[in-house]
């Protein structure tokens, strides 16, 4: 098993309600994981006409395949903005 991060940017013009299902969503994604919110930031440069957006890390332990496979799902989800799934050295 590896070790990968999953950082996710999701629109911030999304209600509470909306958000925390698009970030569960994409933990489901995920077989085993732990994350954290750093919450809402302001972007480096405007996405999609928004200059504010919220970021999460998911930390998590996959096999090889898995990040392609995450990635794929996060392509076509709505409300997330930018998305990288890395492998943390062990």
């Not at 957006?53 to 998911?58: D, E, K, P, Q």
Request: glycine share 4%.
């Amino acid at each position: 098993m590896n070790k990968y991060e999953l950082a996710l940017v999701v629109n911030a013009k999304l209600e509470e309600e909306e958000r925390a299902a698009v970030v569960e969503k994409a933990k489901g994604y995920v077989t085993r994981y732990g994350g954290t919110e750093w919450g809402k930031k302001r972007l480096a440069y405007e996405i999609q006409h928004m200059r504010e957006a919220y970021y999460y890390f998911i930390q998590f332990e996959a096999d090889a395949a898995a990040p392609a496979e995450i990635e794929s799902h996060m392509r076509i989800m709505d409300n997330v903005l930018r998305y990288l799934v890395v492998k943390k050295e062990a």
